[in-house]
T-cell receptor, first 117, second 114 residues
Framework: AQKVTQAQTEISVVEKEDVTLDCVYE???????LFWYKQPPSGELVFLIR??????QNEISGRYSWNFQKSTSSFNFTITASQVVDSAVYFC??????????????FGQGTILTVHP | KAGVTQTPRYLIKTRGQQVTLSCSPI?????VSWYQQTPGQGLQFLFE???????NKGNFPGRFSGRQFSNSRSEMNVSTLELGDSALYLC?????????????FGPGTRLTVT
């Protein structure tokens, strides 16, 4: 069975601090996809990144960066120089299989990030 | 390009009633998935439709059903509502071709069962 664990339930930081959100996953599939989503108070899930199991390259997008380590089954997300607008719930998710079906995602419990001015 | 739309955005129903929620995916997206989000259980997968066929189903009772139309719009139905069905219901539409992949969620329908 697939499982995603986000050990940090809540994180509170002050603006401009760097913050890392941890994500550990379990799957028996050799081909899988990992995702991060942001859920602001409005409720809509905003897609941040997708990574497939064959691509362990780290990725940077502006203040966001992701560290994928297959050896430890982790896909961590770092926000550099956090801002108040980064306050949201962040979800890590795993797709059941690669191929054509990405629709079934297994989500972690989410990490509530609060950035104080 | 218009995003995923869900209607209605808010709904209040009474126990025992039934409800139908609608989701219109992004143009060109043929896959629609539904999720239930509650404070206790988090985000849980309900089902996925692709080209009018249910491709995956989560662990929910038969009171939860869905369908997809030829224009890719999808509906989900919950019959005999229970208090525990109160949740945010999120719809996602996705597109995949080769290495290209997109998946976007709608704003959700917040259902309250009293």
């Amino acid at each position: 069975a697939q499982k995603v664990t986000q050990a940090q339930t809540e994180i509170s930081v002050v603006e401009k601090e760097d913050v890392t959100l941890d994500c550990v996953y379990e799957t028996r599939d050799t081909t899988y996809y990992l995702f991060w989503y942001k859920q602001p108070p409005s409720g809509e899930l905003v897609f941040l990144i997708r990574r497939n199991s064959f691509d362990e390259q780290n990725e940077i997008s502006g203040r966001y960066s992701w560290n994928f380590q297959k050896s430890t089954s982790s896909f961590n997300f770092t926000i550099t120089a956090s801002q108040v607008v980064d306050s949201a719930v962040y979800f890590c998710a795993l797709s059941e299989k690669g191929g054509t079906s990405y629709g079934k995602l297994t989500f972690g419990q989410g990490t509530i990030l609060t950035v104080h001015p | 390009k218009a995003g995923v739309t869900q209607t209605p955005r808010y709904l209040i129903k009474t126990r025992g009633q039934q409800v139908t929620l609608s989701c219109s995916p992004i143009s060109g997206h043929r896959s629609v998935s539904w999720y239930q989000q509650t404070p206790g259980q988090g985000l849980q997968f309900l089902f996925e439709y692709f080209s009018e066929t249910q491709r995956n189903k989560g662990n929910f009772p038969g009171r939860f059903s869905g369908r997809q139309f030829s224009n890719s719009r999808s509906e989900m139905n919950v019959s005999t509502l229970e208090l525990g069905d109160s949740a945010l219901y999120l719809c996602a539409s996705s597109f995949s071709a080769g290495s290209s992949y997109e998946q976007y969620f709608g704003p959700g329908t917040r259902l309250t069962v009293t």
